[in-house]
């Protein structure tokens, strides 16, 4: 049978399918809208979550070491002790409060390089003197600890690198804390450095819990902390290691991590250096070691 188009097929072609059409596209933004407030309200209360989290992790990092130096200040102030005694407390107290200040400098720090005002300003030091300093600022917290702490610097690193002054020696003594930190009694963190392709390439070794894999990727995420029943003496903020990512990162470096569990963690990053055009008094040096070690 032939199709006859009738005024009442224009009726609906005109009116009512225009009309059917506009309230489908009104509900389908309101729906759009409500599930954007619902997202919304999900974020509000994961950011909330998180930051009460933070804000915890944060007071308890500034907590311990503050009470830890109002008891060695009170037992060195009120009562009789030797001066051996009261030496071993104001240096347990000279350490916790250079726990907190590398916190609070942590947190200012981490801010202004997200933000931009801080960048990492290169000055020439001193290698061996820059790295033995990292070592010498950790080994109060080795002893502390219990952890032995040790250095492997290859012979044949530069006698200078190019690095910002401050930032530079507060990511390293983090990572070295950090790996302190999650060493049992009697473990051992070593810090290594070598050169090569024009850049430094710093390890710090701990043959402390290890990691599990699910965490390696999110462990230099901002407040990231790996939970567990392991862990619970040792939280912290979770912003040390994502400290040292952005310090790394404005000096055109890369970081990494490797770990297993039960035997330790590596955490790896690489310093560029500007490419040496020729070779120096150290490349010549480190050259005519390495011949005379061949034929010794």
Known sequence: MPFKLTLEHLYYLLVLTPLFAGRLVVALVILGLLLLMRH???????????????????IHDLKNPMAAVMGCLSCALGDEMSAEQRAKLLAIALHSCRVQMSLLETLVDTSRLENGELVARRQVLDSRVLFAACLKDSGGTARHLGVELKSEISDDIPPTVSVDPELFPRAVYNLLHNALKYSPPRGVVSLSVAFGENEFKVEINDTGVGIAPEHISRLFQKYYRVEGADQTSRRGSGLGLYFCRLVVEAHGGAISVSSAVGRGTTVAFTIPQAARTGASSHDRIAEARRSRDALA
């Open 40 to 58: 919304a309200r999900g974020l509000a209360r994961r950011t909330d979550s998180l930051r009460k989290t933070m804000n915890e992790a944060i």
